[in-house]
């Protein structure tokens, strides 16, 4: 099956410009998440979807990032204006069943953004 | 809150010798624990996890981990390294509190192996 897919990989843009990526998780699988992996860091859960529904976004800074998830399939996570701390790996991942207790997450292969 | 220290930020070996990287937990319930991989320009995956039933867990590629209560620890091992195995690996518990479920990460553990 296909995996998890992200763009674009890689994004270059100046500071106060927006930015935005695209995920399209393994099918079936309900539950999505967006990750945020800074240099030498493990990721940080940004925002987790239950099909449409953002079930915790409580660590997504809401004054510049934004998310959706439309018909509960693909998301799209935005960033504006993009500030230079923005400089990161952002991941999606999937899971088939509810919440995390499995702990089998489907990590796409993230979007590298650097803001210069 | 659950936590994770991954105790070397960087691990060296050589190809056929025994891996060892190393976790510490905190958490106030009885953890879910994982570890997961990530090979350069690839997507994390999914080694091993541990849900409160064997102790000690086998996961992909020949690797296990160890859960011990008395020293919050959930070690990763490999009796023999390979090449292959060169990766970041990442400790991570499972945040249950507030009925909420979200993965938290430690901050990796570099593996390098020499021929």
């Known amino acids: 099956e296909a995996g998890v897919v992200q763009s674009p990989r890689y994004k270059i843009i100046e500071k106060k410009q927006p930015v935005a990526f695209w995920c399209n998780p393994i099918?079936?699988?309900?539950?999505l998440y967006w990750y945020l992996q800074n240099l030498g860091q493990g990721p940080e859960l940004l925002i987790r979807?239950?099909?449409?529904?953002?079930?915790?976004d409580s660590q997504l800074p809401k004054d510049r990032f934004s998310a959706e998830r439309l018909k509960g399939v693909d998301s799209t996570l935005k960033i504006q204006p993009a500030e230079l701390g923005d400089s990161a790996v952002y991941l999606c991942?999937?899971?088939?069943?509810?919440?995390?207790?499995?702990?089998?997450?489907?990590f796409g292969e993230g979007s590298r953004l650097t803001v210069l | 809150a659950q936590s994770v220290t991954q105790l070397d930020s960087h691990v060296s070996v050589s190809e056929g010798t025994p891996v060892l990287l190393r976790c510490n937990y905190s958490?106030?319930?009885?953890?879910?624990l994982f570890w997961y991989v990530q090979h350069p320009n690839k997507g994390l995956q999914l080694l091993l996890k541990?849900?409160?039933?064997?102790?000690l867990v086998k996961g992909i590629n020949g690797f296990e981990a160890e859960f011990k209560k008395s020293e919050t620890s959930f070690h990763l091992t490999k009796p023999s390294a390979h090449m292959s195995d060169a990766a970041e690996y990442f400790c991570?518990?499972?945040?249950?509190?507030?009925?909420?479920?979200?993965?938290?990460f430690g901050t990796g553990t570099r593996l390098q192996v020499f021929p």
């Open positions: 958490s106030s319930y009885s953890p879910s």
């Open positions: 099918s079936g699988h309900n539950t």
């Open positions: 991942a999937s899971s088939r069943l509810t919440g995390s207790n499995t702990g089998e997450l489907f």
């Open positions: 979807y239950e099909n449409e529904e953002a079930v915790d």
């Open positions: 541990y849900t409160s039933a064997a102790t």
């Open positions: 991570v518990v499972s945040d249950q509190s507030y009925n909420t479920d979200k993965l938290i």
